[in-house]
């Protein structure tokens, strides 16, 4: 029997609740700006699943691998009580039609994807559109996740290449999520770019993310924040209970801010910082 006692257990931290979790989610990147083998997935889990909530499969990924494959990585996930997204793939599959994007949904299903993500920060996806396809996926039985960006044409490191970004006004932001949980969406992704991304932490927007955290709950969102500064100041600012969106090789780190283990100067202010030596 594997001991599950935690080591050096009387250190006080912030526990996490168990699993399964609905607000503190924390979903993680899988294969794309880095790969994710079957074997690296299975020990990240072994060793960090109690903090891992869910796992992303990013720009399509499982397109370039073996339905044998695909299969293994979802297993390994949900073993561990880990849920798995599709990412944004439907914007690409929407270029070749409805029907595609039918066959996709299917095959979502059939492979046993729990979370299909539905964005259109590359493609420019009618918001009737993009509602019908969350209608869609919630029918099916799978949970629809629909991302929401302040930039248009954003995504995937385009920013790179020579690409100019569009911004969009913060109350298309909110009549797009207004429409997405009428439709029957519980939680929506906030697309990092143009709101923390590649910015200094002075043109952070993040009057846009109060404003939306003031009118929909930060329960309702997960937010992109894939570098360690924006994960802190969403922890400063809403807590443990925040739905992040993170890199796989982030885990670590951000588990150490939230349980308030390391890291944080709030854990050492205010205390007495004193080592007596017991008298034999």
Known sequence: MKSTRKAFDFVKISDVPPKPRKIGVIEIRGPYYTPTTIGYVNDLLEMWGDYIDGFKFA????????????????KICHDHDVYVSTGGFVERIIVQGTDAVDRYLEECKSLGFDVVEISSGLAPIPLDDKVEIVKQVKNMGMIPKPEISLMI?????????????????????????????????????????????????????????????????????????????VFKWYLKNFGSNVNLFIDHSQIVEYTAWRTKLWGDPEIWKGKTLSYKPKND
């Open 59 to 74: 720009g399509g990924s499982m397109r370039l691998l073996s339905v044998d494959m695909v299969k293994s990585i979802l």
């Open 153 to 229: 044409g954003s995504g995937a490191g385009t920013h790179i290449v020579g690409y100019k970004p569009k911004l969009r006004g913060v109350e298309d932001l909110m009549k797009e999520a207004r429409a997405h949980l009428k439709a029957g969406a519980h939680i929506m992704m906030l697309e990092s770019e143009g709101i923390t991304e590649d910015l200094p932490p002075n043109k952070w927007r993040t009057d846009v993310i109060k404003k939306l955290v003031s009118e929909f709950g930060f329960e309702s969102w997960m937010f992109e924040s894939s570098d360690p500064p």
